[in-house]
Nanobody, 126 residues
């Protein structure tokens, strides 16, 4: 059974750094676009970044540009999200998922993705 498993969450101070991992099991992700999303308490799930299978195309939500970096290691079947200078408002559960839709929309939409992981909680302290 294929699945994605997020890890690397925890407590981080605002201004610090943290790296999340999204590991795939039971599936080769070489040709899949993988996205990172987050959901803060009481809010809708928000797209953070995605990366194509080759890593050639990357998209970020404006609020994290210049601070977060998405990358991947297909040999390890893992996609990463390096968070530099997370803000207090970035506290959320972070999820990864596989793009399942070919719709070309400018923003990252959760309904274009499937096979969600269970999420990993990031708590940003001030």
């Amino acid at each position: 059974q294929s699945q994605l498993v997020e890890s690397g969450g925890g407590l981080v101070q605002s201004g610090g750094s943290l790296r999340l991992s999204c590991a795939a099991t039971g599936i080769s992700i070489n040709h899949y676009t993988i996205g990172w999303f987050r959901q803060a308490p009481g809010k809708e799930r928000e797209g953070v970044a995605d990366i194509t299978g080759s890593g050639a195309d990357i998209k970020y939500v404006d609020s994290v540009k210049g601070r977060f970096t998405i990358s991947r290691d297909n040999a390890k079947r893992t996609v990463y999200l390096k968070m530099n200078d997370p803000k207090f408002g970035n506290t959320a559960v972070y999820y990864c998922a596989i793009r399942s839709s070919s719709r070309d929309r400018p923003d990252l939409r959760s309904d274009d993705f499937a096979s969600w992981g269970q999420g990993t909680l990031i708590t940003v302290s001030s």
